[in-house]
């Protein structure tokens, strides 16, 4: 028996230069290494809680991420939005969307509109759910206007019709 722990002994001690034991030894004392990554890392997710909305103090590093990661997926989403809009602007000489009391009207003025400009908008309010109370359309030349009247909706509906008037024109 005690020839086979003198055994087993031996062979851990002949080991190859290079090895994980002899790593360890050569290294600096890995508590203060690993004391000071983990206070950067609290440091660095101090940061970024401080930087997310509506994080409650205290959050842990889950939630943290968590909120950062739809954060970030939020801001992706308004980008491509704004993307979208800035494509078709190029196109559009005005669209104008005015709401007061019961009503709102929108107004878009195009350049070069296509054949069933007017179906396509209506076509946006009713995916919407959004009542038209009336609808015009003008044209002189190579302009055209496009003007709905349609029942309140709240902002947000407003603005998403509106995004996608001008796509759809």
């Given at each position: 028996m005690a020839e086979e722990d003198t055994l087993a002994l031996s062979l851990v001690s002949q080991r190859s230069p290079g090895t994980a034991v002899e790593a360890e030894s050569e290294r600096p004392a890995t508590g203060d290494a690993e004391r000071a990554r983990r206070r950067t890392m609290s440091r660095l997710y101090a940061e970024?809680?401080?930087?997310?909305?509506?994080?409650?103090?205290?959050?842990?590093?889950?939630?943290?991420?968590?909120?950062?990661?739809?954060?970030?997926?939020?801001?992706?989403?308004?980008?491509?939005?704004?993307?979208?809009?800035?494509?078709?602007?190029?196109?559009?000489?005005?669209?104008?969307?005015?709401?007061?009391?019961?009503?709102?009207?929108?107004?878009?003025?195009?350049?070069?509109?296509?054949?069933?400009?007017?179906?396509?908008?209506?076509?946006?309010?009713?995916?919407?759910?959004?009542?038209?109370?009336?609808?015009?359309?003008?044209?002189?030349?190579?302009?055209?206007?496009?003007?709905v009247t349609a029942a309140a909706a709240t902002h947000r509906v407003l603005e998403t019709i509106k995004a996608e008037i001008i796509c759809a024109v």
């Open positions: 970024l809680g401080a930087l997310l909305p509506n994080l409650p103090p205290g959050a842990s590093t889950t939630q943290i991420v968590e909120e950062a990661t739809a954060c970030v997926r939020e801001l992706r989403e308004k980008t491509a939005e704004l993307e979208a809009y800035s494509a078709v602007a190029a196109a559009l000489d005005g669209a104008d969307v005015v709401a007061s009391g019961q009503t709102c009207c929108f107004a878009v003025r195009l350049r070069a509109a296509r054949p069933g400009a007017l179906t396509r908008v209506l076509e946006v309010f009713q995916r919407h759910g959004v009542p038209v109370l009336a609808a015009t359309v003008a044209r002189h030349g190579e302009e055209t206007a496009v003007t």
